[in-house]
């Protein structure tokens, strides 16, 4: 068990395309998994994706039965996704808060697809096929943007609901945000 230090935008690594994971069931791949669950659980992070702790590769991970940093949250099944594709299921879009351990103390409002469905490959290289929707589908799409080298604040249009956690919950903003950050 291993948690790493997670990467600050700014840093490079962050901003490129990560490659492929090409050979499942390595001692590598799976410390490498094992390492970005142990952060994710250590940074009450809703999710991780591999750049983030300076491993430029195609795997992400996600979910949690409830989480500090987003109490309003429903559950989101816990997920290794390696290699992943998104498909929207239809043109809808919705609005929400997000934030991110790269970008620490600052909160958000990020169009995103309403419905995705999402393949890929789990932790032992079994494909995977999944529909989400809601927070969820927010989940898959921000931490599958990190594999772009794209950080949430980049798909940000309304630059007027994104700033400091304490500055929008005090603006009244962020009325469900109470955990301390
Ligand atoms: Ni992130």
Redesign the pocket.
Known sequence: MAIHPVLRMGHPLLNQRAEAVTEFNTTELDSLIEDMLDTMQAED?A???AP?IGVSLRVVVFGFDENPRYQEAPPVPKTVLINPHIRPLDEAIEDGW??????PGMRGIVPRYSRIEYRGFDAAGKPLEVKAEGFHARVVQ??C??LDGI??PQRIKDFSRFGYIDELARAGLLPLYTAQE
Not at 98 to 103: P, T
């Open positions: 992070g999710g991780l994706a983030q997000e934030g991110c351990l790269s970008v921000h931490e943007d990190h950080l949430y």
